[in-house]
């Protein structure tokens, strides 16, 4: 009888073994176990998404920089277009920490070391320029310094990195707080404010659909303290390492740097403002 169990237990070790290796067999592949859903990539945007990242608020339409980036990094691992699977949340959703019902997050989210210690992040694949976007008239118009624009009165949404900048980089100890970014705007039409600094590809969107009074007046500097954008995954999900060797595929083809120029382009004319 002893020997039977003995036996019936090697057996079963020996099933748990095959069953291990099949499963570590199939890692890196689309059938890789630890997916959300195995034979799927499942991705989260925003709950609103919105030009130049994604087009006509329609992420599986792979019209937009993020999400024609997703499509081409599910091709780069295997995936078939109608294998990607869109599920949509808040920013701050994205960014809490917990559980999460997909593989990983797309949604211009910012790599910084405070998130980092509740989600995991890809590497960066965008590390986008800040803009200088004011209305007509503004006394940011024909500014060539940092000392130029701390003249100006500032505002941004809070908790943002614009916001950070302001502070960090500029120097502008007195900048205006506001919930989000409609309020931002709403500030500056009614005179509250002067300008406001967000990422090249928000100040796009801005100037050509939100608020077309307004315009981008400079660009300045990425934030050094800003990593840039990063794919966002469920703290310790071991699908970044093999998501990563697929974005390190599309830098070194370039295919990142088309999609960049082909969505985030701004206006060449524009002046630099560094310091």
Not at 49 to 54: D, S
Not at 72 to 83: I, R, S, T, Y
Not at 235 to 246: M, R, S, T, V
Request: hydrophobic share 45%; glycine share 8%; with cysteine.
């Amino acid at each position: 009888m002893a020997n039977m169990c003995t036996h019936i237990a090697a057996l079963a070790a020996a099933g748990v073994l095959l069953a291990s290796g099949a499963a570590a067999a199939q890692e890196g592949t689309i059938d890789d176990p630890r997916l959300h859903t195995p034979g799927k990539l499942t991705v989260a945007t925003g709950d609103v998404v919105y030009p130049p990242w994604m087009m006509d608020d329609n992420p599986e339409g792979g019209e937009g920089f993020e999400n024609a980036l997703v499509y081409a990094l599910a091709e780069e691992l295997g995936f078939a277009p109608e294998d990607v699977v869109w599920v949509r949340e808040t920013f701050d959703q994205s960014i809490a920490p917990g559980a999460k019902n997909y593989d990983f997050a797309i949604q211009q989210i910012s790599v910084t070391e405070a998130r980092a210690e509740v989600v995991t992040f890809s590497q960066v694949y965008f590390q986008p320029d800040k803009a200088v976007v004011a209305l007509p008239g503004s006394p940011v118009e024909g500014a060539t310094s940092f000392a130029d624009l701390r003249e100006a009165r500032w505002g941004a949404a809070v908790g943002t990195t614009d916001f950070t900048y302001l502070e960090s980089v500029m120097g502008i100890e007195d900048a205006a707080v506001y919930d989000d970014q409609i309020g931002v705007f709403q500030a500056m039409q009614a005179n509250q404010i002067d300008a406001t600094v967000v990422a090249l590809p928000t100040a796009l969107f801005l100037t050509a659909v939100q608020v077309p009074d307004a315009e981008i007046v400079a660009l300045l500097p990425p934030d050094e303290n800003d990593r840039g954008h990063g794919l966002l995954f469920e703290f310790g999900n071991p699908l970044a390492e093999w998501i990563d060797e697929g974005l390190d595929a599309l830098k070194e083809r370039g295919v990142i740097e088309d999609l960049k120029n082909t969505w985030l382009v701004a206006d060449p004319n524009l002046p630099v403002i560094t310091e």
